[in-house]
């Protein structure tokens, strides 16, 4: 296994060009932690303060309704950054909360010291330009499938798209994610199975 640090100046250096001493600076600013299977990073309720690159290890984002059922909002796996973004962005307390569903080894960093990274040099800057953006573009695709798509398709375009993730992932976890009970999946599985056993012979 690569050391954490060492795979997170590459994550970084996929983004945009960081100087040397840049890089250098997250050995100051993040320590390593790990979290256990099950175990938080974040809590709703919490104050956020935090940031994590997640180098090994698999987490879900998701909010819990006042019916007390666990809707999952996202996933977050090696080599990302995971946050309550929204909640750190308004200083207040997180409305999500972050869940390691695999033993999870991450570097952390207190948010005040990665806002101090990105007073200074502009890649800092530039990073969370680009993550911004990629974070909008997901969170607006979501949007549309949810209010456009029926679950099959969304079922659909998760397992075919995040194909890796999804072996990693229960059937519970995917049907949160894609607005379903566990039940429902288990009926689209069925159909879709059915369909694709109808096409086979016919062809």
Not at 44 to 55: L, N, S, Y
Not at 94 to 123: N, T
Not at 182 to 202: C, E, F, G, K, Y
């Amino acid at each position: 296994m690569p050391d954490l640090f060492d795979q997170f100046d590459a994550f970084l250096g996929g983004w945009c060009e960081f100087p040397s001493d840049e890089l250098a600076k997250t050995r100051q600013v993040f320590r390593p932690v790990s979290v256990p299977r099950g175990g938080f990073l974040t809590r709703a309720g919490d104050r956020t303060d935090r940031v994590a690159f997640i180098g090994r290890g698999l987490v879900r984002l998701y909010y819990t309704g006042p019916d007390g059922v666990e809707r999952a909002h996202g996933f977050r796996a090696e080599n990302q950054l995971v946050c309550a973004y929204s909640a750190a962005l308004r200083g207040e307390s997180a409305d999500v909360s972050i869940q390691a569903l695999e033993p999870c080894s991450l570097l952390v960093a207190s948010r005040a010291a990665f806002e101090q990274l990105r007073a200074g040099h502009q890649c800092w800057r530039e990073l969370t330009r680009r993550l911004t953006e990629e974070l909008y573009v997901r969170q607006e695709r979501r949007q549309r499938e949810l209010l456009l798509d029926d679950a099959a398709t969304r079922y659909l375009s998760f397992v075919t798209e995040h194909a890796d993730l999804a072996r990693r992932l229960t059937q519970r976890q995917i049907a949160s994610y894609v607005g379903v009970t566990p039940v429902a999946l288990s009926r689209i599985r069925t159909r879709l199975i059915s369909v694709n056993d109808t096409a086979a012979v016919r062809s």
